[in-house]
């Protein structure tokens, strides 16, 4: 006959069981052990929690296996099947050293580990912050550590340090980080961290954040990693990116932020900060949607791609690529996204760098309508559908939509500018005198082929289809400028040289 013991505290009570039947007893009694194996020819304790287990001594507890039932309550997901082993250092989770000093080992993969068995609990009330933490800490590298869902109250920053690390949710908003100290990042990624992983939660402050209280922060270099599936609100920055070799960021929401949605910039050390952008969006946040900005004395700053991005009422721009003459910001490249209704620029390039492309990519009604949190800031009545600054060098705007913005739809002063088969269109509702363009080039040189530049059947005031600064640095070819209100071309100086080939409604 096999026996199993209950153990609740010190004091202990014999339940025999018939033979063979004994390991199915204890699992009935223990929450998470029908999916684990217990040999049946030793005797196994039950105990209620893991302090009663800390708490036994060789003398109250003789088994050398044991069913915990819960790390605090029998009920709480914390419990499991331990087994003694080698004297290690206790961990508060898959490790636990009891009176005696004995080591007793959870029965599972060490590399994938629940932060209910270290004492975490989504119950919206417990502080949690210690026992996520220890259980990224269980392992030196290589540690996954799965979050129920509901709501962790933490305290701090959950702090992700080292390689291979792995910090994932049940569901994007099924699982909440709900983090109480107001200048602490909700998650906090340490320098030098290597393909860590953060996934399917929700990662917030539970009250009014300050400086440095963002959702997720990188505090360093790290490389090659992955943020997925996370949404990001009321907290001062959404995401704060450090500098990385490549990266990735998908499927991510920042919203109701006090700052920006997304930030991102590099180091004097690391000039590259390549994190590359998949279906994500920012709205309603206090700055702009998308930040990049080099760092003083960085040589220059390479930047990844964004891909099926968007934003929507953010007040500040959508996208700002800000670089520095000391540090270029360099082929800043964005396709198939979505900017609107953002209180400037919906794409802002003042980047120092050249090389940058946009393509695919739809822009309406900058400075039409409220922004920021609970979208209480008021309509801004500025801002282009795409601006690019005389500090770029090179930029190609392809197959883009720029339509319904306070002023002009594209504005340009880049050294060379192509724009291909775009659209610009009702743009100016702002009606500043001279910004009330479908395109404005206002500095460097620009050629504009096909596409369709005037105002559509649904009304609007633009008034000029393209303007120029100068006609002998423009060229406009097999455009259509039908619908302009005053003009479809215009040049400010040399208008005998500009060239136009094979345009409607000239």
């Not at 949605?261 to 900060?273: D, E, I, L, R």
């Not at 600054?389 to 339509?403: E, F, L």
Request: aromatic fraction near 8%; hydrophobic fraction near 35%.
């Amino acid at each position: 006959m096999g026996d199993i013991y209950l153990i609740q505290g010190k004091g202990m009570e014999r339940r025999s069981f018939i033979q063979g039947a004994s390991v199915i007893a204890a699992m009935a009694l223990a929450t998470e052990a029908k999916a684990q194996t217990i040999s049946s020819t030793d005797d196994i304790a039950v105990i209620t929690t893991i302090a009663d287990l800390q708490a036994a001594t060789s003398a109250t507890l003789t088994q050398s296996q044991c069913i915990v039932m819960g790390y605090v309550s029998e009920t709480d997901g914390g419990g499991g099947i331990f087994a003694t082993g080698v004297s290690a250092s206790a961990n508060g989770g898959t490790i636990i050293n009891d009176a005696s000093g004995r080591s007793w080992y959870r029965n599972c993969n060490p590399s994938v580990v629940k932060a209910e068995w270290f004492g975490a609990s989504a119950n919206g009330s417990t502080d949690s912050t210690a026992a996520i933490n220890a259980a990224l800490a269980s392992q030196a590298s290589d540690v996954r550590v799965d979050l129920a869902p509901g709501t962790y109250v933490i305290s701090g920053s959950v702090l992700i340090s080292g390689n291979y690390k792995s910090l994932v949710g049940a569901a994007q908003a099924a699982t909440v980080l709900a983090c109480s100290a107001a200048s602490s990042p909700v998650v906090s990624v340490a320098g030098g961290s290597i393909s860590f992983l953060i996934r399917d939660m929700t990662v917030m402050h539970s009250g009014t954040p300050t400086n440095g209280g963002h959702g997720i922060s990188c505090t360093g270099t790290v490389s090659q990693s992955r943020i997925e599936n996370i949404i990001s609100q009321n907290n001062s920055f959404g995401f704060s990116l450090a500098a990385t070799d490549l990266s990735f960021v998908k499927g991510c929401i920042s919203q109701s932020n006090f700052g920006y949605g997304f930030y991102q910039t590099n180091s004097p050390a690391n000039p590259g900060s390549q994190w590359y952008y998949e279906d994500c969006l920012a709205q309603e946040n206090g700055q702009a949607g998308y930040f990049l900005t080099s760092s003083s004395g960085s040589s220059s700053m390479s930047v990844g791609a964004f891909s099926r991005c968007l934003t929507f009422a953010n007040s500040g721009c959508g996208f700002v690529a800000l670089g520095l003459a000391t540090s270029p910001i360099q082929g800043v490249r964005i396709s198939d996204c979505f900017f609107g209704q953002d209180a400037n620029n919906e794409v802002f390039l003042d980047t120092y760098g050249g090389a940058h492309s946009v393509r695919n990519t739809f822009t309406e009604l900058a400075g039409t309508g409220k922004t920021g949190p609970a979208q209480s800031d008021p309509a801004s009545n500025g801002g282009c559908g795409i601006f690019v600054s005389s500090n770029n060098q090179s930029v190609d705007i392809t197959s883009c939509y720029c339509g319904g913005h306070s002023q002009n739809g594209i504005y340009s002063q880049a050294v060379t500018a192509n724009v291909t088969g775009c659209s610009a269109f009702d743009n100016g509702r702002s009606n500043l005198a001279g910004e009330q363009c479908g395109i404005h080039h206002e500095g460097g040189r620009m050629i504009v082929s096909g596409g369709s530049i005037g105002n559509t059947v649904f009304g609007g005031g633009q008034q000029c289809g393209i303007r120029t600064y100068n006609g002998a640095n423009t060229s406009i070819g097999f455009v259509d400028l039908t619908g302009n209100v005053a003009s479809a071309t215009l040049a400010d100086s040399n208008p005998s040289s500009l060239m136009v080939v094979g345009c409607l409604g000239v």
